[in-house]
């Protein structure tokens, strides 16, 4: 545990569970609608389902900035502690629930306390990883929210064989286990930034300054703008991909969330492996290489979304996932380490929950709206035009970054 060599990694792989329950205990919620309907029945409007889908994006946007600034001031381990803990008690009572409301308001809560996580996650990998393996870093542990995606995707399966009360059950449970295992074995690492500091006897900086050299940061704003339009195609699978593949497809739910949660997941894997190395030895010849790795997965989920929303064979749509997954997550690995070329240790926390709260409410439209759309029967052209969004934010991430340093401070 204390070697300097190993333990950076023993830390990405403790926050891979908690990145896979994170995302395992959102997701399942999208491919359980068929089961939960029976006992709920407000949840046969697809309109509803897409306000039950929103809520916790919402919510989740609007804490993020505040659990980035926590993330940057108090320690890291025992908000990630204390987040995992939170959620998988809700995951765990969302089994009780009875009505539309109770599952509505849960859901809700469960937006407050996942969004501490992501933010303090990030941050505390991006400290223990330099630049020669800071993507590679990332990446992986980005593979374990694809893998919650994924094992998310069985719970309409699990629903089927038990019950969906049972199957929020016992995954609340296994969170609350590994919370009490993290307690144990990950610890926080002062960051460097903090270390100059204390050396100078300098005070931090306030919430209020922090925000202000964040917002007067112009490379900050383009990152912004290139990570809101991508979340729009990234929310889009998570939440509506089961349903399009049932819909385009003509399989139940119960096959088609499995289907379509594997294939972006196991694709995705591939994804940040290969843009975590590639970025990781770009940079050392080009400090422009993570911006170029991130523009090009990005770029293949162009055509991948086109096949998504006109496909009606299982041939392309699994196809099409399977470019998606490898472009994203090529994506993925790099938001943090390019956030790092520009923005200070101190603030990246703080940084990267503005972020997510831009990328988290562009996803809680697009999902609203896309529930709209399904009502109406164009959730296929819906997935389709947003191809032409990523195309315009791709140039744009082209033109207008230009790192300096791979590690800004």
């Not at 629930?97 to 933010?119: C, H, K, N």
């Not at 296929?380 to 300096?404: D, E, Q």
């Amino acid at each position: 545990m204390k070697d300097k060599k190993i333990y950076p990694w023993i830390v990405v792989a403790l926050l891979w569970g908690v990145a896979l329950l994170n995302y395992m205990d959102r997701q399942m919620l999208s491919t359980m609608k068929d089961s939960m309907q029976i006992d709920i029945v407000e949840l046969q409007s697809a309109t509803n389902f897409g306000r039950l889908m929103a809520i916790f994006l919402w919510i989740y946007g609007l804490m993020s900035p505040v659990a980035g600034m926590i993330g940057d001031r108090l320690n890291r381990k025992w908000l990630i502690v204390g987040s995992l803990f939170v959620w998988s008690s809700v995951t765990y009572l969302m089994g009780v629930a009875q009505t539309f409301d109770q599952i509505y308001w849960l859901r809700a809560l469960m937006g407050v306390s996942e969004a501490l996580y992501i933010p303090a996650g990030l941050s505390l990998i991006a400290d223990y990883h330099s630049g020669k393996s800071r993507s590679l870093a990332v990446g992986l542990h980005m593979t374990g929210l694809y893998t919650g995606q994924a094992i998310g995707g069985f719970g309409a399966t699990v629903a089927a064989a038990f019950s969906w009360q049972t199957t929020f059950h016992w995954f609340g449970v296994v969170g609350i286990v590994y919370a009490v295992i993290l307690i144990f074995f990950l610890k926080d690492k002062k960051r460097e930034s903090e270390l100059q500091h204390q050396e100078a006897s300098a005070p931090k900086d306030s919430v209020l300054t922090s925000l202000k050299k964040l917002m007067g940061c112009g490379a900050f704003w383009v990152i912004l703008l290139y990570f809101a339009a991508s979340s729009l195609p990234g929310w889009a699978t998570k939440n509506w991909l089961p349903t399009l593949f049932s819909e385009n497809l003509g399989m139940p739910m119960s096959e088609a969330g499995p289907i379509s949660t594997i294939t972006i997941a196991v694709s995705s894997f591939v994804g940040v492996l290969l843009g975590g190395s590639l970025s990781d030895r770009w940079v050392q010849k080009n400090l422009k290489g993570r911006v170029y790795t991130s523009a090009i997965g990005l770029g293949l989920t162009i055509p991948s979304l086109l096949l998504l929303g006109m496909g009606h064979h299982v041939v392309s749509a699994v196809g099409a996932g399977l470019l998606f997954g490898v472009g994203f997550g090529m994506f993925d690995a790099n938001n943090m380490p390019i956030l790092c070329q520009f923005v200070s240790s101190r603030q990246r926390a703080t940084a990267y929950g503005v972020m997510n709260m831009t990328g988290v409410f562009a996803g809680a439209a697009i999902t609203d709206l896309l529930g709209q759309w399904t009502d109406g029967g164009n959730l296929g052209t819906g997935f389709a035009m947003l191809s032409v969004v990523i195309a315009v934010v791709v140039c744009c991430l082209l033109f207008f970054l230009r790192p300096k340093t791979d590690n800004a401070d």
